[in-house]
């Protein structure tokens, strides 16, 4: 019998595939952009003191470059998740996917409520929480379709995130906040390779 260990199956076409690659790594790419941007905007940043919503606090200097580009990361990530939504095989990846869109919509309101407004805590939070949804969710999807490594191995990373997230105390909440990012680039990261493995061995 044929073994599905490794084996991931992607549905949808070979264009709608090429384009959440892009996609993905454009989540990667633009945000990374934006916030090195703005940390070198404003060198009084520190990752070990400050969170990175500092940088979109009105006493920041060009706040704008850290909101709009929280917005914009946004848009692309909604259209990364949207072609998740395409390419998944059964009902649980579809949900992953889902948690993404929210994902997306919860890191827009980042950047219009930015820090100092009352709303900013609770959508920054909600972002987080989405976030991990997502990598779990889409972890089990791939457990579902007996793609056992990869699926494992998404599981694991959003559990132990969220368990060291909860429980370790970080020096600062940039810190914290890069922990969660670091997890969501590795997501993606092994979402494209799932992806672009899958279309290698179509040609």
């Not at 790419?29 to 934006?34: L, N, W």
């Not at 969710?137 to 997230?165: C, D, F, K």
Request: no cysteine; proline share 2%.
């Amino acid at each position: 019998m044929e073994s599905r260990i490794f084996n991931v199956k992607i549905g949808t076409g070979r264009r709608t595939n090429l384009l959440t690659i892009y996609l993905g790594i454009l989540s990667i790419i633009v945000p990374s952009a934006f916030i090195i941007a703005s940390v070198m905007g404003n060198p009084w940043f520190s990752i070990m003191k400050n969170a990175f919503s500092d940088l979109g606090a009105v006493t920041a200097n060009m706040q704008w470059v850290f909101n709009i580009g929280l917005i914009v990361s946004a848009a692309v990530v909604f259209a990364f998740a949207i072609g998740l939504i395409e390419i998944s095989e059964n009902k649980v990846q579809v949900t992953g996917s889902a948690f993404l869109v929210m994902t997306a919509i919860f890191l827009a309101m980042i950047g219009v409520f930015y820090e100092g407004t009352s709303p900013h805590f609770l959508f920054s939070v909600l972002f987080f929480a989405e976030a991990a949804l997502s990598v779990l969710v889409w972890g089990l999807g791939l457990l579902v379709q007996r793609s056992y490594v990869p699926g494992t191995a998404m599981v694991a990373m959003s559990l132990a995130g969220a368990v060291i997230s909860v429980t370790v105390k970080f020096p600062s909440i940039a810190l914290l906040e890069a922990f969660g990012i670091i997890i969501m680039f590795v997501w993606v990261i092994m979402m494209v390779v799932l992806i672009k493995g899958r279309l290698w061995r179509e040609q």
